[in-house]
């Protein structure tokens, strides 16, 4: 099953390195990491989703606990979280199939963000399903590149991690 975490942590030097190593060592395999500043500048929050059984996540919660840079974890459920990443691809897009691969952006509310004789590059921000589904849509005209940021979550309604 997968799981998602937001870590509140201090932000300086280090503390991804010590996050990571503890889930290495829990042979723990991350699927997504992303990293980034909050609004106090002094903390940062790191999101993970991560594939492993009920009994592990337990443990690497009570471990990240443990840790003297992390603040908060917590571990969102289904449906009570709101996640996003961030995906470029470069499709390959020969004149005659340009409009095609537009219409195909435009249904899926992706983002037409770069133009050459020979390929058209659309930015897409969705949840990992959304996104797997434009990339298969993309797949039959020959994907160049892709990149995507690791899952940002944040709690649905008025709570948050802080409390």
């Known amino acids: 099953m997968k799981y998602t ?5 201090e932000n300086h030097a280090g503390v991804l390195s010590k996050i990571s190593g503890l889930f290495s060592r829990r042979a723990f395999n991350i699927d997504s990491l992303a990293v980034g500043v909050t609004n106090d500048p002094n903390v940062s929050r790191i999101t993970v989703v991560a594939d492993g059984d009920e009994y ?3 443990q690497l919660e009570k ?3 443990k840790l003297i840079p ?3 974890v917590k571990r969102h459920t289904n449906g009570d979280f709101i996640s996003r990443e961030l995906t470029l691809i470069k499709v390959h897009c020969p004149a005659a199939k340009r409009f095609e691969i537009m ?3 435009e249904l899926m509310q992706a983002k037409i963000v770069d133009v050459s004789t020979s390929t058209i590059t659309v930015e897409f921000c969705n949840t990992t399903e ?3 589904t434009l990339v298969d849509l993309l797949k039959p005209y020959g994907i160049r590149e892709l990149v995507s940021t690791g899952t940002i979550a944040l709690e649905k309604g008025a709570s948050d991690v802080t409390k």
């Open 5 to 9: 975490l937001s870590i509140l942590v």
């Open 56 to 58: 592990v996540v337990e």
């Open 63 to 65: 471990q990240l606990n």
């Open 70 to 72: 992390v603040i908060k």
């Open 103 to 105: 219409k195909i952006a």
């Open 130 to 132: 959304v996104t797997k």
